[in-house]
């Protein structure tokens, strides 16, 4: 069964939704999930066309599989932008055939195309199966950094 990659449109809200919460299913953070029909339309297809993430979504013939989510980023040291993949999910009885490297790839010509200087996401450290994927695609783990968050309300004091 082919591969079709498009980008998502208003009309597929539900399924990228459907999508989110799958994900988060998986990396055991269902409870975590604030995303609504409502909040995805607002910042993937917002009225003024200003969108802050691009979705492309991934279907096995005329099955939907999978998605992939990414935004623009910027690299001071190089003056140029990134693109920074948020989420990468293929449903699990799609998984094996090569959709979540088609997804990943097309978001990597995606930044070549648009003059990145780099493509960059984050993996869960106990997910070995995704990490090991990455890796044979020639991805390099960054170990040296680690990740800072402000969000709820320490993020809030700050309004």
Request: charged fraction near 20%.
């Amino acid at each position: 069964m082919p591969t079709i990659l498009r980008s998502a449109t208003p009309d597929d809200i539900p399924l990228i939704l459907s999508f989110i919460r799958g994900l988060a299913e998986y990396e055991r953070l269902l409870g975590e999930v604030e995303a609504t029909p409502e909040k995805i339309r607002a910042t993937l297809f917002p009225a003024d066309g200003r969108a802050v993430a691009e979705c492309v979504l991934a279907f096995a013939g005329d099955t939907p599989a999978g998605f992939a989510i990414f935004f623009t980023n910027y690299s001071t040291f190089l003056a140029k932008p990134g693109l920074y993949l948020e989420d990468l999910f293929v449903l699990p009885a799609f998984r094996g055939q090569g959709i979540g490297k088609a997804l990943l790839l097309h978001v990597a010509k995606l930044a070549n195309a648009r003059g990145c200087g780099r493509m960059e996401w984050t993996v869960l450290d106990w997910n070995q199966p995704a990490i090991d994927f990455y890796e044979s695609l020639g991805a390099e783990r960054k170990t040296d950094w680690t990740i800072c968050r402000l969000t709820g309300p320490a993020l809030t004091q700050y309004a």
